[in-house]
Every structure is written in C-alpha cells, then in structure tokens.
C-alpha cells in the first residue's frame, strides 16, 4: 500500500515508520523539514507547513492511505494563549487541510487523537459509546474537534479511523521527562497518587496503528490502551522498581498548578478507559498488559537506570 505518514519524525512516528517498512509497505512523510525527515527515516518526504502551505500534491499522488500523527507536544510548558493556539491548530487545521486534498485513489484515513475526550475526573469507566457533552474542558475540546474533522473524510467514501491513544510507554513522552527524576531516586505519586492512569507500550500503539491502516473492519473512534490501567502511585512504584530507585517523594497538586498551570491537568487527570473495541469487535492481542513487565521490557537491562534500546 502507498501510505503517507504526518508526524512521522516524532516518538510514535518514528516506530510506525520502522514497522510499516517491515511490512513492506511504501512510506512517504510529511515534515517541516523534508530533507531532514528523510535522511533520519530513509524514505521519501516533502516538506509541509500546515500553516501557510496545501498538502504538496506530489505526495498525495496514488496515496491509499494517510496516517496523521501531526500535533504541536501537549506537555512542552504552560499553556498560554498563544500555546494554546498552537496546540489546537496543529491538529484540526493540518487535519482539514488533509481531508480536503483527499486524492480519488485514498482508501482510508487513520488519524490520532486521545483519552482526554473523556472526563477527567473520578473513578468511572469509560470506552467508546460515551457521548461528548456540549460543556468541554481544553482538552476535550482538541479531542472532540479533530475527530469531527477527521470524520469528514467519510463524506468521500473513505474509512476513517481515530486512535484515542492513552499514555505511551516507551523511549520519548512521559517516561523521558520523568526518567532523570527517578534516576535521582526523588520520582513518586503525583497529587494525591490515585488517579487513573491509562497506558500503553510503544510496541502495542505501533500494532494498533498498523492495524488500523491495514486492516479494513477497523472505522471510527478506537481506545489505544491496555485493559489493565493502574494508578499513578502503583505506577510510580513500579517504574522506581524497574529502576532500583525508591519513588516516595510525592509532587503535591499545588505545586504542579503551580508551575504548569493549566498544563497541569495532563498529569492530575484521572482517566479509567478500556479498549472495549480493540478487544471485542477487532480481537486486538496486546503484547503487553502488565505495567512492571513493559516497564522491565523498556528499562530491565542489566543497568537497569539505562534504556533498553534494542526493545
């Protein structure tokens, strides 16, 4: 399949690219800077601002499948206005932009998104009947607004799908910004330690990606996270564990507030989700769902504070 990838230099990109070479697919990307995404991917790229550009139309020419991973990083600092701005228009605009180049020949479109369209907030369970209330937070709002425009396509005849992806474990996101933290021994629960935490190994969202390109029953919203979500203070516990480094030194809610802003959220949310479609309808076979073993799968080397790269 011709398959044309946005996003595809950033830490889920970059596997999806490696596996869908091993699938002997035929890769082209979209980059701000093509030349420099196709020398660190080794396949063809052109270059694209959302912003001021259309899609080239080179890329798109024969292209069977889009996969759109373009978003601006939700947790680089506080959300000002501008950064806000940012965040929302990375997603929605370079999506409306990509649905409206659509080529006659494009067979599906696989789009991200994530779990913060759902509430944040307690301990209710949630999977992808749940309907999205008139009043939104921030995050809501992104989550909501890029599936409608990516929901779009459909009008054209084209599958769509949208990856509600949940925390990924992995070399990048969240585990790189808390590593040095608990590699200095002072990781441990964030506010009161109890929220939910939904997760999922590199390996098993590049599975759930690939699948979601290749594989025509998938269509609409998809959960992408384990069905084993734990606590972030069982979280902490287990990453200090993988590490040998004791993670008792809470970060109070304040604190987080504090620094972060409304940022904050991002790590004080509390989000119960289950893959309720990956595993009924798709039969989806995660590769892992027990939190220690993908964290020792990522960090259990013999020097346990090092990355186990090869994985």
Same mark, same amino acid.
């Given at each position: 399949?011709?398959i044309? &990838? ?9 596997q999806? !690219?490696?596996r ?7 890769i082209?990307v979209?980059s ?8 660190l991917?080794g ?7 959302? /912003?001021t550009?259309d899609v080239?139309a080179?890329a798109l020419?024969d292209?069977? =499948? =889009? ?7 939700l947790?680089?600092g506080r959300w000002t @206005?501008?950064r806000?701005?940012?965040? $929302?228009?990375?997603? =929605?605009?370079s999506?409306?932009k990509?649905? +409206?180049?659509a080529?006659e020949?494009?067979?599906a479109?696989?789009?991200g998104?994530?779990?913060g369209i $759902? ?6 369970? $949630?999977d992808?009947? $749940?309907t999205?209330?008139?009043?939104l937070?921030?995050?809501q709002t &992104? ?6 425009? +990516?929901?779009r396509?459909e009008? @054209?005849?084209v599958?769509r799908?949208? &990856?509600r992806?949940? !925390?990924?474990l992995?070399h990048?996101?969240?585990?790189? @910004? ?5 590699k200095?021994?002072?990781?441990g629960p964030v506010?009161n330690g109890?929220q ?6 590199? *390996? *098993? =969202?590049v599975?759930?990606y690939t /699948?979601?390109?290749l *594989?025509?029953?998938y269509?609409?919203?998809?959960n992408?996270v384990t069905p084993?979500s734990?606590?972030y203070?069982?979280? +902490?516990? /287990?990453f200090g ?5 004791? +993670?008792?030194?809470p970060?109070?809610?304040?604190i987080?507030?504090l620094a972060l ?9 509390s989000y119960?989700?289950v893959p309720k ?5 798709y039969g ?10 993908a964290?020792?799968d ?7 504070s090092?990355p186990?790269?090869?994985?």
């Amino acid at each position: 399949m011709n398959i044309l &990838i946005t996003g595809a230099t950033g830490f889920i990109g970059r596997q999806l !690219v490696r596996r869908l070479q091993q699938e002997h697919q035929n890769i082209t990307v979209l980059s701000r800077n093509g030349t420099r995404a196709s020398q660190l991917l080794g396949v063809p790229a052109f270059d694209w601002d959302y /912003a001021t550009q259309d899609v080239p139309a080179e890329a798109l020419q024969d292209c069977q =499948i =889009i996969i759109n991973l373009m978003g601006e990083n939700l947790g680089d600092g506080r959300w000002t @206005k501008a950064r806000k701005h940012e965040i $929302y228009a990375s997603r =929605i605009l370079s999506t409306r932009k990509l649905v +409206a180049a659509a080529p006659e020949s494009l067979q599906a479109f696989v789009c991200g998104s994530a779990i913060g369209i $759902y509430p944040g907030s307690g301990d209710d369970l $949630y999977d992808e009947s $749940y309907t999205v209330p008139q009043q939104l937070s921030f995050m809501q709002t &992104i989550c909501h607004d890029w599936e409608v425009e +990516a929901a779009r396509i459909e009008s @054209k005849g084209v599958r769509r799908v949208s &990856i509600r992806t949940g !925390v990924v474990l992995g070399h990048g996101g969240m585990l790189q @910004k808390l590593l040095p933290v608990f590699k200095l021994g002072l990781g441990g629960p964030v506010g009161n330690g109890q929220q939910w935490l939904p997760w999922i190994h590199i *390996d *098993d =969202i590049v599975s759930v990606y690939t /699948a979601a390109a290749l *594989d025509a029953r998938y269509h609409g919203p998809v959960n992408a996270v384990t069905p084993n979500s734990v606590r972030y203070r069982e979280f +902490a516990s /287990a990453f200090g564990n993988v590490l040998h480094r004791p +993670a008792f030194f809470p970060t109070p809610a304040f604190i987080l507030k504090l620094a972060l802003g409304e940022a904050a959220a991002l790590a004080l949310n509390s989000y119960h989700i289950v893959p309720k479609r990956l595993q009924e309808e798709y039969g989806f076979k995660f590769r892992f769902t027990d939190l220690p073993a993908a964290l020792a799968d990522l960090f259990g080397k013999t020097d346990a504070s090092e990355p186990n790269i090869a994985s």
